[in-house]
């Protein structure tokens, strides 16, 4: 599910990871509308200084390709393990190339295990997001997608990333409903009709402030 590919980001300030593919990149939107930056952005007019966060993801990444990538970024340069705040959104492209769920159960749920031991080992402060539907897309519809098969699947990948979440204690934030309300809106798209723009990212971001403030309540950055 690959329009072109991104990077992993150097980080300014080592307290908020954010690990992801395209969604997470902000694939086809400056790097000022990514939603992990508005995130922090919002949060440092609250009074919580986290700096600019520090972005492994990769358009096209699936479960493995992250596991895969954050070894190479650790490998750079040591991750640490006390970040104040974690994000983690991954499952698309194993939704989009028809990788089986068991699969990403097990992928999935070490990728959250890795996510905790970067925030201290503490779920509290892990975020995970839902994967939007893409399948009301402008590009989906232009491929000829089943939008409820899609949304069928979506809704099975997010049931797992859901389950795994609150298994493991962290925060789940529910953004594909926005997605689908709001994703076949051209100001909502990047402009290849598929990937969000700012002004989707600026939604995922609400979802995720207040789980994101409960969160740094429980780091060292707390007021």
């Known amino acids: 599910m690959t329009a072109s ?87 698309v492209n194993n939704q989009y190339r028809g990788r089986p769920l068991d699969e990403f159960r097990v992928q999935f749920a070490a990728l959250l295990a890795r996510a905790i031991g970067f925030a201290g080992s503490d779920p509290r402060r892990v975020l995970v997001l839902a994967i939007p539907d893409w399948g009301v897309t402008p590009f989906a519809i232009a491929q000829s997608r089943d939008a409820g098969l899609v949304a069928t699947q979506i809704d099975a990948f997010n049931a797992t990333c859901r389950e795994e979440s609150l298994r493991a204690g962290a925060h789940w934030i529910d953004i594909a409903p926005a997605s689908r309300e709001h994703g076949g809106e051209v100001r909502m798209l990047a402009d290849d009709g598929l990937h969000p723009s700012a002004a989707m990212y600026a939604l995922w971001s609400a979802l995720a402030l207040p789980a994101a403030r409960t969160a740094l309540a429980h780091g060292t950055l707390a007021r």
């Open 5 to 91: 590919t991104g990077s992993a980001d150097a980080p300014h300030a080592p307290a908020f990871l954010a690990l992801g593919d395209s969604y997470t990149i902000g694939e086809g939107v400056d790097p000022s509308g990514r939603w992990p930056v508005q995130l922090a952005g919002a949060l440092r007019d609250e009074g919580f200084d986290l700096g600019e966060p520090h972005v492994i993801a990769t358009t096209g990444w699936t479960t493995d390709e992250l596991d895969a990538g954050i070894d190479a970024a650790h490998a750079q340069a040591p991750l640490g393990t006390d970040h104040a705040l974690v994000s983690l959104l991954i499952g």
